[in-house]
């Protein structure tokens, strides 16, 4: 097999040093080639590129989706992939990546993730929600533009698991890999740009199931949007499938596969191909080897972009008055109706329709627009903070009722609908 072909060189992995940075000149990690692009960088024959082209395998050694998702933004806008592309692999700690396009009150149970310390991230490509975890190996195809082909890149992984497991999977209509029994074990994504693209995608090895489905367990009754929605699809780890499956060895299988491979034709080349590359390394993301590396970090990892980029939604939910709180003269089926338009993030506009009983104190009326003070606020429990301020300050000593609207309100904004407590 390929990986006892050349097990011995894994451990030949190179450091990449800065050997030297100036503004708006190029960037060289050894012998990596990075730059700033002008049309005298894509100057040169066709036939003169894909003779001169090698391939490398990076490998992450970082597992936090901030770090690991700035150095796949970093590599995009920086490193020049004309006779050099790259596979980049990565695994992060637990959790949940939304699309670009995506709203995370609509894709994640956000209260569960806090609970348990799951991450939320946004990345730059569109597509739908994944969960990661240390069972789940993320990979990077980095090209030019031209000859970007995610068919290529899942033909490739496909080749990896029959050589090395004879595992045989499908790429299906929507250009995910699945078993034979249809269920999902790769999502996939890309961006695409100029000069540069990129593909990248899933494979479940491992994954904890069971936090993948309450950590994607959705809520998404009475919220309108044009975000992008994810479509559920039935998944299964590759350990499933045959118990051999370990992440070091899928890794590197998946690595040779990619080193053996043309990278146009996307032909076998066979053994002799993998010596003509620059084979395995492993990556430190730091601002040392990545000049700018941290402040993509702290983009990615700002409230702003994680939840501020969302598309502009409303949700209204309504809630059953507990019969306490209600006039004996008064139906027992009357209900709270709580609208909330969102924009970037931040509440724009609350609308209570409220029934008389709890409409009697100062600051409350039918379908009156009220708490103003939560217009300007972001879509969180910063909001919940200032209803309580806000409703402690109304001359009323029913503080049952107000403590029923601050729940209300809490559950719309935590994403959380139990109809059973409605």
Excluded at 238 to 252: F, I, R, T
Excluded at 290 to 297: A, D, I
Excluded at 313 to 329: Q, Y
Aim: aromatic share 8%.
């Amino acid at each position: 097999m390929a990986q006892n072909f050349v097990q011995g060189s894994i451990v030949k992995l190179q450091r990449i040093a800065i050997t030297g940075m100036k503004r708006n000149k190029p960037l060289a990690l050894s012998s990596m080639k990075f730059c700033n692009y002008s049309s005298s960088a894509q100057q040169g024959s066709e036939e003169a590129k894909v003779a001169g082209t090698v391939k490398s395998v990076f490998i992450s050694q970082s597992n936090d989706i901030f770090t690991n998702l700035a150095l796949e933004d970093w590599l995009y806008r920086n490193f020049d992939f004309t006779n050099h592309h790259i596979l980049l692999l990565w695994q992060n700690s637990p959790a949940v990546v939304i699309g670009r396009h995506q709203n995370p009150w609509l894709e994640a149970n956000t209260a569960v993730l806090s609970e348990h310390g799951i991450e939320i991230a946004r990345r730059n490509s569109g597509g739908g929600t994944v969960y990661h975890d240390r069972g789940n190996l993320n990979l990077t195809f980095f090209t030019p533009r031209e000859h970007y082909s995610r068919k290529n890149n899942l033909q490739l992984i496909c080749r990896a698991l029959l050589r090395e497991w004879g595992l045989k999977t499908e790429i299906s209509p929507r250009e995910d890999i699945v078993s034979g029994n249809y269920k999902q074990i790769s999502g996939t994504a890309a961006k695409l740009g100029r000069p540069n693209a990129y593909h990248h995608c899933t494979l479940l090895v491992d994954v904890d199931k069971v936090k993948l489905g309450h950590a994607l367990h959705k809520h998404n009754k009475g919220i309108k949007t044009n975000a992008t929605q994810s479509i559920p699809s039935p998944v299964m780890n590759l350990c499933d499938l045959n118990s051999h499956v370990k992440m070091e060895k899928l890794l590197a299988s998946i690595g040779w596969e990619y080193l053996r491979t043309d990278p146009y034709s996307a032909e076998d080349k066979g053994e002799d191909f993998i010596g003509k590359q620059r084979g395995f390394q492993f990556i430190n993301p730091t601002d040392q080897w990545f000049p700018g590396l941290e402040k993509l970090r702290a983009e990615f990892a700002s409230w702003g972009w994680r939840f501020g980029k969302s598309p502009k939604f409303n949700v209204t939910r309504t809630f059953r008055v507990p019969r306490e709180l209600l006039s004996k003269d008064e139906l027992t089926d009357q209900e709270l109706s709580i609208t909330i338009d969102v924009n970037k993030g931040v509440v724009e506009d609350v609308l209570l329709t409220v029934p008389p009983r709890l409409a009697a104190a100062k600051g409350f009326s039918g379908q009156a627009q009220v708490v103003t003070s939560l217009r300007g606020q972001q879509f969180s429990e910063e909001a919940i903070t200032m209803l309580q301020k806000a409703l402690s300050e109304l001359e009323s000593p029913e503080q049952t009722r107000n403590e029923f609207v601050v729940h209300c309100m809490r559950t719309c904004i935590l994403a959380l609908e139990d109809e059973k407590n409605n």
